[in-house]
């Protein structure tokens, strides 16, 4: 496979990671087809801890400063 052409640069991703950033979308994961050179950029999933009793207290009965 040494020789073969690329079909895309990394200012290719660059270029689409800062896309997907100025449309307010955290990237999470590139996928490249090095065939095609086709970027795809996924999403990051969001997490979060569940609350747990004590959050939820919290955040109900803190006193604003």
């Known amino acids: 496979m040494a ?3 690329v079909s895309f ?3 290719d991703v660059a ?3 800062k896309g997907a950033r100025k ?4 990237p999470g994961r590139v996928e ?3 065939v ?10 969001k997490t979060s801890e569940p609350e747990n009793a004590v959050d939820k207290w ?6 604003s400063s």
Do not use: L
């Open 3 to 5: 020789g073969t052409p």
């Open 9 to 11: 640069k990394v200012s």
């Open 15 to 17: 270029r689409a990671i």
């Open 23 to 26: 449309g307010n979308m955290e």
């Open 32 to 34: 490249i087809d090095p």
């Open 36 to 45: 095609t050179g086709r970027i795809v950029v996924i999403a990051a999933e």
């Open 58 to 63: 919290m955040k109900n009965h803190a006193r």
